[in-house]
């Protein structure tokens, strides 16, 4: 940070040129450390915000927790004393005669501050990972070199800190550090702080917008201090004369009545994906003394409103700007060394949005910085946001909790965790993306703690509705224990979370009616694990732990129940047959991947009419792992990916497992006319068997049943159904390809499954060991690669010339004479099944300045473009 950076912004990340050490190898106190004479070179350089783990490894001084079972060789002894960060930065005369606050967005867990060899901080005043806290320095800045020194104190036992539950191994060093902003705000006397824009919309109509605008101004000065504090969004101007007393904070609004300006007039409205446009204003605040800017603020909102419904007085659904939305979302976690980078967050956040997801729940308040959350509102992205289970469970709290409400129920406890809440609501509130506020995971907060929330909302925060908790039955039949997860004040929060998460059949999702099945609102739900590609695999688990399956892989698993692959191993073996290799499982697990992702979300879309949402459990990774996942750690996508991209395309048909159906849905708000849909079964010898043609209109928002398939004798055990969507001008809009069996899953209700029941068994699976005899195949492949802008484009023209079906094709762009993908990838579509004689044309954008290469693999494949014919399947791209 250098001074023309105060000139222009007023505020400044204290970002660079920091350096951490352990408190054991230093014998000076703060006073001294944080002083220009005291000697540093043996420190570690580190950026911040960031993790003591995430620094020693960025600097090499621990090996790849990531890679094998190296995250069990790190001592935890080395976390369990307070770490030192400090930093340097320099001011000029004018800025250190100034006003001058520091400003701490997330500290983990304690903290004592120094700055220029006094004290401005102690760990009373900075105590919990998500307190926001500020502190006057005028009286301690200098002009030229300052030194700001940190002694971060690790969590322990009970604190409420952060936590990644069952997904992985929690992280060494307890996610130490000072894990979000450092900031420097330079004023004249009053800054401006917390401002919040509060838009109410014409329902029904959509032409009006009644705008709010509130801040506080604080007054660091030791007289009262006057001046103009002036809003400018758009084309909309307004101002007042305020006073602050001395050394007080106030608040002050702007209201549509008192300003007529802040009525605005067809706005210009923040809507999620498929829905419209996700439109954002900026707001600007600036308040001036004696006609010199004092503070200036900018803030992004959008004008949106969010409402919540009940289906049949039980099953809770959320509606934005007056439209019902079928929430179809997956779950969030950090990087578990919290190193996520901006350029990583934009990749999952475009990856969301291809897969039609509209949600993101964040089983927590994730995040170093805001980047998530202001790409949500970018992209169109709704968020559930609020607190983890973390804090919920003896387990990951290390001290004993409450049985109904978790680790919160001692009164100190409660004002710790109310402040912390309030606090997190006046960082994001200004986020449209958040849509709904989640103050429990998987129990409820105890009534005083509620009441707390609640005071905080009305406050702070009248806009969204709140969730008591994640937890829930949100069923028409009583489940024992739901009483535990009814709140005093609120009752039910009328969603469920009743599982499953291990293996799941596909028809589970259409038939179940009592517990995770496609009705009401399923806040954490999945298939179970999903594995990643053999080139991941490759990346985290040593060349001689890769097969076969072993405790490294168990390691990479999730934890207690979700330890290990069995239950997936057992459903591949007895539906596809058990692989005899490396190669063979990942190519079994990746159309398993698939097949189970698929109509868990295409469940949810046939009934949208009795389901209000659904996440997926979970969307990404915190580390290398075998579990809940629909892309890896590397940002490599699996089967389950383009399996979700599928069952959420807005307009497609989609066959339903439980009464063998053929319906067509359309998410949007029009109706769609003149459609067509194109229904043939093949055997597993690639014989037309049946083949219907059904003209439809579809209304809007509606799922549409069109055509029952009898499973006629002359089918093959395993045999294919092809779906094909055209539009009023013929033109194919839409495919969707299952494998299926004659020997259909039956599931095991009934199964004694002890204290954890999320998980449905099969009494008899699926029978697919016909694929393991299909007809090898040839696939030519035209392709071509341009530069548009800063990425490049690549397109494959694939055509079967077999007369067998070429099932799940997978293409794969990496660099040239190398094993490593080119990441992240957005195809169009992928892992495709061709017919005999069909052309394929998909299309893929990625950012590279390798050579990149084409991979193509496939279950039947035998040769592809240039009667190449070896185990890579790779062409140079032209």
């Known amino acids: 940070m250098n001074s023309m950076d105060l000139v222009k912004t007023f505020r400044s990340r204290l970002s660079e040129n920091w350096k951490i050490q352990s408190s054991k190898d230093i014998l000076e106190r703060g006073d001294v450390v944080s002083t220009p004479g005291h000697d540093k070179k043996a420190w570690i350089p580190a950026q911040v915000p960031a993790t003591v783990l995430g620094i020693l490894?960025?600097?090499?001084?621990?090996?790849?927790?990531?890679f094998g079972e190296n995250l069990k060789k790190i001592p935890k002894a080395l976390f369990e004393v307070p770490w030192w960060y400090a930093t340097r930065f320099t001011l000029d005369d004018s800025h250190s005669r100034a006003f001058a606050t520091l400003l701490f967005d997330g500290i983990n867990y304690k903290a004592n501050v120094w700055l220029n060899g006094k004290q401005i901080a102690d760990s009373d005043s900075i105590d919990g990972a998500y307190r926001r806290t500020e502190f006057d320095v005028s009286k301690y800045i200098v002009t030229g070199e300052n030194v700001l020194a940190i002694e971060v104190v690790p969590p322990r036992p009970g604190d409420f800190s952060i936590g990644f539950v069952d997904w992985n191994p929690p992280a060494p060093d307890g996610n130490m550090g000072v894990f979000r902003p450092v900031t420097l705000e330079i004023h004249q006397g009053v800054r401006i702080k917390d401002p919040f824009v509060r838009t109410k919309i014409d329902l029904p109509h959509l032409t009006k917008a009644k705008l709010t605008v509130s801040t506080e101004l604080k007054n660091d000065a030791h007289k009262p201090l006057t001046g103009i504090l002036k809003g400018t969004i758009a084309q909309c101007i307004f101002e007042k004369e305020i006073t602050i007393p001395a050394g007080t904070t106030i608040e002050t609004r702007f209201t549509s009545e008192e300003f007529p300006q802040l009525v605005f007039e067809n706005p210009r409205l923040w809507w999620p994906v498929n829905l419209g446009e996700p439109e954002l204003y900026e707001l600007q605040l600036e308040f001036k003394i004696d006609n010199e800017i004092s503070s200036l603020s900018h803030t992004s909102f959008g004008i949106r409103e969010v409402e919540d419904y009940w289906l049949n007085d039980i099953h809770r659904g959320f509606k934005i700007n007056g439209q019902k939305v079928l929430i179809k979302g997956a779950g969030w976690t950090d990087d578990l060394l919290l190193m996520d980078t901006d350029e990583n967050l934009e990749a999952e956040v475009k990856y969301v949005k291809q897969m039609n997801l509209n949600c993101i729940r964040l089983e927590g308040f994730w995040g170093k910085d805001h980047t998530i959350y202001d790409l949500c509102d970018a992209h169109g992205i709704l968020l559930m946001v609020g607190w983890s289970c973390h804090w919920e469970h003896e387990?990951?709290?290390?001290?004993?909790?409450?049985?109904?409400?978790?680790?919160?129920?001692k009164q100190e406890h409660i004002e710790h965790v109310a402040q912390a809440w309030e606090e997190q609501v006046l960082w994001l509130r200004n986020h449209p993306s958040i849509f709904?506020?989640?103050?429990?995971?998987?129990?409820?907060?105890?009534?005083?703690?509620?009441?707390?929330?609640?005071a905080t909302f009305a406050k702070y925060d009248p806009t969204r509705p709140y969730l008591n908790s994640t937890g829930g039955v949100g069923s028409d039949q009583h489940v024992i224990g739901s009483e535990d997860v009814i709140s005093e004040i609120s009752g039910s929060s009328g969603v469920k979370m009743l599982g499953p998460y291990a293996y799941t059949a596909p028809v589970y999702w259409f038939t179940d009616t009592n517990f995770g099945g496609a009705y009401g609102f399923n806040t954490e739900t999945g298939p179970g694990a999903q594995v990643p590609t053999?080139?991941?695999?490759?990346?985290?688990?040593?060349?001689d732990k890769l097969w076969p399956i072993n405790e490294t892989w168990n390691y990479h698993c999730g934890l207690y129940e979700f330890a290990d692959l069995d239950r997936f191993v057992k459903a591949i073996n007895q539906r596809y047959g058990e692989p005899d290799s490396l190669k063979s499982f990942d190519k079994k697990a990746q159309v398993m991947n698939y097949e189970l992702m698929r109509p868990m979300f295409e469940a949810f879309q046939v009934y949208k009419q009795r389901s209000t949402g659904i996440i997926q459990w979970m969307l990404n990774a915190a580390w290398p792992k075998m579990y809940w996942q629909l892309y890896d750690y590397y940002l490599m996508p699996t089967g389950a990916f383009y399996a979700t991209q599928k069952a959420l395309s807005p307009l497609h048909l989609i066959?339903?497992?439980?009464?063998?159906?053929?319906?067509?849905?359309?998410?949007?708000l029009k109706e769609v006319k003149n459609l067509k849909a194109c229904i043939r079964v093949y055997n597993s010898s690639s014989e037309l068997l049946l083949k219907e043609h059904v003209p439809f209109n579809a209304p809007a928002d509606s799922s549409l049943s069109l055509f029952e398939v009898d499973v006629l004798k002359n089918f093959s055990t395993t045999?294919?159904?092809d779906l094909r969507?055209?539009?009023?001008?013929?033109?194919?809009?839409?495919?969707?390809?299952?494998?299926?069996?004659?020997?259909?899953e039956?599931?095991?209700?009934?199964?004694?499954?002890?204290?954890?029941?999320?998980?449905?068994?099969?009494?008899?699976?699926?029978?697919?060991?016909?694929?393991?005899?299909l007809p090898q195949v040839d696939v030519v492949i035209d392709s071509h690669l341009k530069k548009q802008g800063e990425e490049q484009v690549f397109t494959a023209q694939l055509e079967n010339i077999g007369d067998a079906i070429a099932f799940v094709v997978n293409l794969d762009i990496v660099e040239q004479g190398t094993d490593k993908p080119i990441l992240p990838i957005f195809w169009e579509d992928n892992f495709v099944s061709l017919l005999p004689g069909e052309k394929r044309c998909l299309q893929a954008t990625f950012k590279s300045d390798a050579v990149p290469e084409l991979e193509v693999n496939g279950w039947n494949l035998n040769r592809i473009r240039n009667g190449k014919t070896s185990d890579t399947r790779r062409e140079a791209l032209p």
């Open 534 to 543: 053999l080139r991941s695999l490759k990346r985290f688990i040593p060349e």
């Open 725 to 744: 969507l055209f539009d009023e001008d013929e033109r194919e809009i839409g495919i969707n390809f299952y494998w299926l069996s004659t020997e259909e």
């Open 57 to 66: 490894v960025t600097n090499e001084i621990i090996e790849d927790p990531y």
């Open 395 to 409: 387990i990951h709290m290390g001290v004993p909790v409450d049985e109904r409400f978790g680790g919160v129920y």
């Open 746 to 773: 039956v599931l095991d209700y009934e199964a004694n499954l002890g204290e954890f029941a999320y998980h449905t068994p099969s009494k008899k699976f699926a029978d697919f060991r016909m694929l393991n005899g």
């Open 719 to 721: 045999y294919f159904l």
């Open 436 to 454: 709904v506020w989640t103050v429990a995971s998987d129990k409820v907060p105890i009534t005083a703690l509620e009441q707390r929330y609640i």
């Open 655 to 668: 066959y339903n497992y439980g009464n063998h159906t053929i319906y067509a849905i359309n998410d949007h």
